[in-house]
């Protein structure tokens, strides 16, 4: 196995303060990284590191193939008046951009890119007449037609419903079989994840861990990331993340995700 990224001791501070903190870790070409941690504990700032959007103050960011990135936002608001339809939406991930006169080679790619993401039925359909979980499909096949080697996500799934959320990391995770690409996931929740992810890299706002899903999803290993008494519960397939000293107890009791 070759290493697609890897950094050493990368340090980002914004107004002083530490946000990545001697922030190392590698992963495998074909490998699947789920990245969980609280609001805050710099997922989004390691994403735009990646992206290079953003130069770490220290350290070291080496990346097989930069070129080869393709990168799926966190869901967008889009105006419901878009009058773009989806297939050009996507069209718009081609290396060139859309064209008017796009090649029958880059409207086969277009087609590839949406039947994979089974976003096909809906392609000549307004882009902001789509619901969420389309759209965020959409964001995928965009990204799908740069043929990247390695697929950085942010938060892809949040404000869809458990089906869209299941359906968008199981498509992720059939495309990264069948090309062979890197993932790198970021999500909050740690059942979804964990049913894909080779390893998580668990960030908090001091710290972080990563490893397997059973090493990392430890009442031990998340007491120390968050300096405070943290029970992981297992509760048939799903984990269940307790803070136990805050004082609302129902409150604390934190479900990471709905039943499968
Ligand atoms: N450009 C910036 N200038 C100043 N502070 C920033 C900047 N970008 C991020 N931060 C701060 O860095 C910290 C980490 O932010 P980041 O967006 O990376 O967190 P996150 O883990 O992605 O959070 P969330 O789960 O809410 O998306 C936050 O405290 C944020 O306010």
């Known amino acids: 196995m070759t290493e697609a990224v890897t950094l050493k001791n990368v340090n980002v501070s914004f107004d002083g303060k530490w946000v990545l903190r001697n922030l190392t870790f590698s992963v495998e070409s074909g490998e699947f990284l789920g990245i969980i941690g609280p609001n805050g504990s710099g997922k989004t700032t390691l994403m735009r590191v990646l992206l290079s959007m953003l130069k770490p103050q220290e350290g070291s960011v080496d990346i097989v193939n930069a070129s080869g990135l393709g990168y799926v936002p966190q869901s967008r608001h889009i105006d419901p008046e ?19 006169w796009q090649t029958r080679k880059d409207r086969l790619i277009v087609e590839e890119a949406m039947e994979l993401t089974n976003s096909s039925n809906y392609a000549d359909k307004p882009i902001g007449k789509l619901s969420g979980g389309q759209r965020q499909r959409l964001f995928l096949a965009q990204a799908l037609v740069k043929n990247p080697q390695i697929l950085l996500l942010d938060e892809p799934t949040s404000n869809l419903d458990p089906g869209a959320q299941e359906t968008i990391a199981s498509v992720v995770d059939q495309i990264r079989r069948e090309r062979g690409i890197t993932v790198l996931f970021v999500s909050h929740d740690v059942n979804l994840i964990s049913r894909y992810a080779d390893k998580i890299l668990y960030m908090t706002q001091d710290s972080y861990a990563i490893g397997a899903v059973d090493e990392i999803m430890q009442s031990s290993v998340l007491s120390n990331l968050y300096g405070m008494p943290v029970e992981v519960v297992h509760a048939g397939s799903n984990l269940l993340v307790s803070f136990a000293n805050t004082k609302e107890t129902a409150a604390s009791i934190c479900v990471h995700s709905a039943a499968e």
């Open 82 to 100: 878009t009058p773009l339809s989806a297939r050009n939406f996507v069209s718009l991930g081609l290396p060139h951009k859309f064209r008017p």
